[in-house]
Structure formats: structure tokens, C-alpha cells
């Protein structure tokens, strides 16, 4: 009988810490992402990766291979100066789902960081980089990406995306720098569904996605970029549409958040990844009569 009671009180506190909302000192149930929920164990986002230092993390990435992270430019340069951070100083953590839990395992040393030659830091355009690891993760781990040619079927306005990362889970008002009262970052990955806007409602450019509702409450945030933003791929899979980029505030309503578009950069990241070999020309005597 006590055995049973305390399975069900442990079954019980699974059930509250398990399930979305975070419960906080103040009683109040508090959104995560921004409007999203814990991702289950096991982690079906598998790809995601965190993007940081020895002892912290900044940004998300995604496994498209399994030696190459895709991420975004802007986790990578000042945006005062330019200068592009040191490879030798980030560390790429794969495989996790509680940032508490991560041990040497989950890290992977950074051989080779690609910020895009064209990154604007005033426009935000072309804000996509590739990071080579020093040794690979799982290649089960990896997703797909998108290229020019299914790009335009697979984010049609009004299709469900799903974004993930450890980010900002309180959403703010674009007139604002961070929530009032300070952000809040997640032990736990997040993820939230949201539909891919038009972009003329966005006044985005053709090489980035906006994604999220009218209404705001659903949206990633500082600490996400360079995250994923996915769409269903066939049963039970996914194909990466969108990198975190950036947006006014964080989910606020009548704002979307904005990713890079995948599919504009394919051939980009298909020669940085393989790059052509140019085997040494054969060229034929000629033979003078
Ligand atoms: C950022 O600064 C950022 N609401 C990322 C995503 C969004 C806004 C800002 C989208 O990293």
C-alpha cells in the first residue's frame, strides 16, 4: 500500500513536471519557446544541436550532416565591429534534451567556421553559417534541408512549422530590448508550432521565411537563432526550412518571427560541404605535322 502510494505521488510529480507549463514561484503557469512546451524523451528533434562555449550556450544549430552544423552568421559576429568569433572557442553540444545534463559526450570541438561571405549586419540578410565538427555526431541525428526546387511547396503560407531551442521563454513587445522584469532561459528544449506567414505580410525578403500567429504567443526568441525551423516531411520525418534569423520583439501580436530561407542557400551550403575536387587537367600533345 505505502509502495503504491508513493508511485502514484512520483507518478503525480512526473505528471507536473513532465507536462508543458512550468508551474513558478508565483503560482502562475508561465509559456515556454515563446508558447511552446518541453520536448518529449525521447527527443524526436534529434538534429537539434546547442551552439556555445566551454560553459554556456548562445545559439542553436541543426545537424545537416553528420559533421556540419548549419546556424546562423549573426551568432557569430559582433555586431559592432564584424569580427567573427574564434572556432578554437566554441563548442557544439549534440544529442541533448536538459542543458544540465550535458557531459564531454555531448561536446564537439569546431574545426571550421563558415560565416556567409555575403552576411549583412545591417539588413540581416544571408544570415546563415556552417560549422565543420572536429568529430561527427550520430548521422541518424541528422535532417534534411531544403533546396530551390522543393522549397517553394514545402512553405506555403498557412503550412504548420515547428521550431525548437533553448531561448527566451517570455515573449516582449518590439518598443522593448527584453521582457519587463528580465528573460527567462529553459533547462529543457522547447519546441512550438507555428504557421508560416506570407511575406508580404512580413515585408521580408525572398531569401528569409516569417513564421507565427496574428494573434503573437507563439514565436522563438533571443537564444533560439540559429535554431531550426522545420516542416512535415512524410510520415514521422521533417525537412529544415528555416534558420532563426530574427524579428521585433518576441511573439508579440501582429509581429513574426523571421528565418533565414534554406532553400536560397543550398548551393551555398552544398560547396562549402563538398566542395569540388578539381582533378588536375590531362591535356593531349599536340602533335605538330
Ligand atoms: C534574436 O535576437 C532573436 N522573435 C531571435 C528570434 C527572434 C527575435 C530575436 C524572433 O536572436
Redesign the pocket.
Known amino acids: 500500500m505505502r509502495s503504491l502510494t508513493i508511485a502514484l505521488a512520483l507518478f503525480a510529480l512526473t505528471l507536473l513536471i513532465g507536462v508543458g507549463a512550468v508551474v513558478h514561484a508565483d503560482g502562475l503557469p508561465r509559456p515556454m519557446i ?1 508558447g511552446g512546451t518541453d520536448v518529449p524523451d525521447p527527443n524526436p528533434y534529434t538534429y537539434q544541436v546547442s551552439v556555445g562555449t566551454a560553459n554556456s550556450y548562445f ?1 542553436g544549430g541543426s545537424l545537416i550532416a553528420a559533421n556540419w552544423v548549419l546556424s ?1 552568421a ?1 551568432c557569430f559576429v559582433d555586431a559592432q565591429t564584424g569580427a567573427v568569433t574564434d572556432a578554437a572557442t566554441l563548442v557544439v553540444r549534440v544529442g541533448l534534451r536538459l542543458q544540465s545534463t550535458a557531459t564531454i559526450d555531448n561536446n564537439r570541438a569546431v574545426i571550421q567556421l563558415i560565416t556567409h561571405p555575403s552576411y549583412d549586419r545591417a539588413t540581416s540578410l544571408n544570415d546563415i553559417a556552417l560549422l565543420q565538427l572536429a568529430t561527427p555526431a550520430s548521422a541518424d541525428w541528422v535532417v534534411p534541408t531544403a533546396d530551390a526546387a522543393n522549397d517553394p511547396a514545402l512553405t506555403v503560407p498557412g503550412t504548420t512549422s515547428t521550431a525548437t531551442g533553448w ?1 527566451g521563454l517570455l515573449g516582449y513587445d518590439p518598443s522593448q530590448s527584453e521582457p519587463t522584469g528580465g528573460q527567462q532561459y529553459p533547462d529543457i528544449l522547447h519546441v512550438v508550432q507555428m504557421p508560416i506567414a506570407a511575406s508580404e505580410i512580413c515585408g521580408i525578403n525572398a531569401t528569409q521565411i516569417c513564421a ?1 500567429e496574428v494573434a503573437g504567443g507563439k ?7 540559429g535554431g531550426p525551423l522545420v516542416v512535415s516531411n512524410g510520415p514521422g520525418g521533417y525537412i529544415q526550412v528555416g534558420v ?8 508579440a501580436a501582429g ?1 513574426y ?2 528565418y533565414t530561407r534554406v532553400g536560397s542557400f543550398h548551393n551555398w551550403i552544398a560547396t562549402v560541404i563538398n566542395p569540388v575536387t578539381l582533378l588536375p587537367q590531362a591535356y593531349l600533345p599536340l602533335v605538330m605535322r
Request: proline share 4%; glycine share 24%; charged share 10%.
Open positions: 515563446v545559439c546562423a549573426h531561448g507565427g514565436d522563438t526568441c533571443q537564444g533560439d537563432s532563426v534569423s530574427n524579428g521585433p520583439g518576441c511573439a509581429y518571427g523571421v
